[in-house]
């Protein structure tokens, strides 16, 4: 059976439309009044809380297995009009720091209800081709996150109420649409009662459990690669002399992961997800390894190889929702992504506060070593013998 045509469109709309509420936020949190003129030193705590409110978002979900008692796309309807408001919040004229940090991680809460449950509704349409349907969710988010590099570029500095209201008004119409064109699976097995040890039950589970530790690896290479990609353009500049790079370049970075998370989709329906998860983590622990090597080659085999790594170090992430889906029992299927997500993303954040700690102590340019532990572990998981592949 094979799902009506309109049906992967709105869905991957539906996440870039909600996901713009956290990059495309963070983007602008700078030029909040309240922050540019009184203390800058509130925006660290700002980007943390979205994060934060993510994380206990997603164990919240994943503990009352939300996406699995629930109709999907009615969660994801409520989560994404909640962040909306959440978002749109900001900009109230009397709002103070409390407020403003609270409204972050509201915003990152709901945002539980978006990402790993629009993976959990792709699922539920998509038992042959999951890899691909979710390559293509993936790069949404991939879009997403390049999205504030974009805005930077082209200087929205003093439109951030415009921003805000956009990316409010663009979640509501992606959250309506999801809800409207997109009804529950024809794969989808609900949960009948709430299982309190569902998620460390999942974790009993060999192939779970190898398909999780190995997205855990990548997640711990992902978002600090994200963060500190500006980081490593600046050094190039530095110890060359120059002022080549710009924000539409590191936008390009990240972004051309959308088209590695959409051909790597592809791949997977010959060769499956493992083997697109093995080969772009050996790709990124390799550029990992050679990065103090890149700083000392020209501009333009440095940004070559940024951009492979780019396409590299996300192109295995919707591959491993794949294995994590259909490693889950269908009953599970939600909680299982929502409670990988969860882990992953407290991953990131450890991954992100080290390199920041590094950064002060040695070499910008020996700074992505540290990363490689991610790819490693990874492989280590997913090339261990077991009776039974995905």
Same mark, same amino acid.
């Given at each position: 059976?094979?799902?009506?045509?309109?049906?992967?469109?709105?869905?991957?709309?539906?996440?870039?439309?909600?996901?713009?509420?956290?990059?495309?936020?963070?983007?602008?949190?700078?030029?909040?009044?309240?922050?540019?003129?009184?203390?800058?030193?509130?925006?660290?705590?700002?980007?943390?809380?979205?994060?934060?409110?993510?994380?206990?978002?997603?164990?919240?979900?994943?503990?009352?297995?939300?996406?699995?008692?629930?109709?999907?796309?009615?969660?994801?309807?409520?989560?994404?009009?909640?962040?909306?408001?959440?978002?749109?919040?900001?900009?109230?004229?009397?709002?103070?720091?409390?407020?403003?940090? /609270?409204?972050?991680?509201?915003?990152?809460?709901?945002?539980?209800?978006?990402?790993?449950?629009?993976?959990?509704?792709?699922?539920?349409?998509?038992?042959?081709?999951?890899?691909?349907?979710?390559?293509?969710?993936?790069?949404?988010?991939?879009?997403?996150?390049?999205?504030?590099?974009?805005?930077?570029?082209?200087?929205?500095?003093?439109?951030?109420?415009?921003?805000?209201?956009?990316?409010?008004?663009?979640?509501?119409?992606?959250?309506?649409?999801?809800?409207?064109?997109?009804?529950?699976?024809?794969?989808?097995?609900?949960?009948?009662?709430?299982?309190?040890?569902?998620?460390?039950?999942?974790?009993?589970?060999?192939?779970?459990?190898?398909?999780?530790?190995?997205?855990?690896?990548?997640?711990?290479?992902?978002?600090?690669?994200?963060?500190?990609?500006?980081?490593?353009?600046?050094?190039?500049?530095?110890?060359?002399?120059?002022?080549?790079?710009?924000?539409?370049?590191?936008?390009?970075?990240?972004?051309?992961?959308? /088209?590695?998370?959409?051909?790597?989709?592809?791949?997977?329906?010959?060769?499956?997800?493992?083997?697109?998860?093995?080969?772009?983590?050996?790709?990124?622990?390799?550029?990992?390894?050679?990065?103090?090597?890149?700083?000392?080659?020209?501009?333009?085999?440095?940004?070559?190889?940024?951009?492979?790594?780019?396409?590299?170090?996300?192109?295995?992430?919707?591959?491993?929702?794949?294995?994590?889906?259909?490693?889950?029992?269908?009953?599970?299927?939600?909680?299982?992504?929502?409670?990988?997500?969860?882990?992953?993303?407290?991953?990131?954040?450890?991954?992100?506060? /080290?390199?920041?700690?590094?950064?002060?102590?040695?070499?910008?340019?020996?700074?992505?070593?540290?990363?490689?532990?991610?790819?490693?572990?990874?492989?280590?998981?997913?090339?261990?013998?077991?009776?039974?592949?995905?």
């Amino acid at each position: 059976m094979n799902p009506k045509p309109h049906i992967l469109p709105v869905i991957v709309f539906a996440q870039f439309a909600c996901t713009s509420l956290w990059f495309a936020g963070n983007a602008v949190v700078s030029q909040i009044p309240i922050i540019r003129n009184n203390s800058s030193e509130y925006i660290g705590y700002l980007l943390s809380s979205v994060q934060l409110g993510f994380i206990i978002g997603t164990l919240s979900f994943a503990l009352l297995m939300v996406a699995d008692r629930f109709s999907p796309s009615k969660v994801f309807l409520c989560c994404g009009l909640l962040a909306a408001a959440c978002n749109i919040s900001i900009i109230h004229p009397n709002l103070n720091i409390t407020s403003l940090i /609270l409204a972050r991680f509201g915003t990152g809460f709901f945002l539980a209800g978006i990402y790993p449950v629009g993976m959990k509704i792709a699922a539920d349409y998509f038992e042959d081709g999951l890899g691909k349907a979710l390559g293509y969710l993936v790069g949404a988010l991939v879009l997403g996150t390049a999205f504030p590099h974009f805005l930077k570029g082209i200087n929205w500095s003093t439109s951030y109420s415009f921003i805000i209201k956009g990316t409010s008004i663009l979640a509501t119409i992606g959250s309506l649409a999801l809800a409207i064109f997109v009804k529950n699976g024809p794969f989808r097995k609900p949960s009948t009662q709430l299982q309190l040890r569902a998620t460390t039950n999942l974790f009993k589970l060999k192939q779970f459990k190898k398909s999780a530790f190995g997205y855990f690896g990548h997640m711990w290479e992902l978002y600090a690669f994200w963060a500190f990609v500006p980081i490593a353009f600046q050094h190039f500049n530095t110890i060359n002399n120059s002022a080549i790079s710009s924000s539409y370049v590191i936008f390009t970075v990240i972004a051309i992961g959308l /088209l590695s998370c959409i051909i790597g989709g592809y791949i997977s329906l010959k060769k499956g997800s493992r083997k697109v998860a093995i080969f772009s983590l050996a790709i990124s622990g390799i550029c990992c390894l050679c990065s103090p090597l890149l700083f000392e080659l020209p501009y333009i085999i440095f940004l070559i190889v940024f951009i492979i790594w780019g396409m590299a170090v996300i192109a295995d992430s919707p591959q491993f929702s794949t294995l994590v889906a259909k490693s889950a029992p269908p009953e599970l299927k939600g909680t299982g992504l929502t409670i990988v997500n969860c882990i992953g993303f407290g991953i990131s954040i450890v991954s992100i506060q /080290l390199l920041s700690y590094l950064s002060m102590l040695i070499p910008i340019k020996f700074l992505f070593i540290p990363l490689v532990i991610g790819p490693i572990f990874g492989l280590y998981h997913l090339l261990k013998k077991s009776s039974n592949k995905l």
